[in-house]
């Protein structure tokens, strides 16, 4: 059974960074999708960045374009979101997300594991 366990979150100032870490564990499969997602208050989960596992090829939202990174260290089963030049708008729980295909999608509904989230809040 695949897990997934984000950390990193907190509170920071705009203009400010944070790095995300989502750690996974128990994945047997070769092809899979990587994403990181976010929900603020008040509206739907929303696709950050999208990586795949076999190509890295990789998909940002339009929103975060040019400010945050994802990365991978395959050693530690980690992914990483490198968050820079927050914004209040950024405000959200982030979660990262995992989809047995070789597939790239932005839709939460075809992910099948997903991590508890963490907190995200930016003061202006």
């Known amino acids: 059974q695949v897990q997934l366990a984000e950390s990193g979150g907190g509170l920071v100032q705009a203009g400010g960074s944070l790095r995300l870490t989502c750690v996974e564990s128990?994945?047997?499969?070769?092809?899979?999708?990587m994403a990181w997602f976010r929900q603020a208050p008040g509206k739907e989960r929303e696709f950050v960045v999208v990586r795949s596992g076999n190509d890295g090829r990789t998909i940002y939202a339009d929103s975060v374009k040019g400010r945050f990174t994802v990365s991978r260290d395959s050693s530690k089963n980690t992914v990483y979101l490198e968050m820079t030049n927050l914004k209040p708008e950024d405000t959200a729980v982030y979660y990262c997300a995992l989809r047995q295909s070789s597939t790239i999608s932005i839709t939460t509904g075809l992910y099948e594991y997903w991590g508890q989230g963490t907190q995200v809040t930016v003061s202006s």
């Open positions: 128990g994945r047997t499969f070769s092809n899979y999708i």
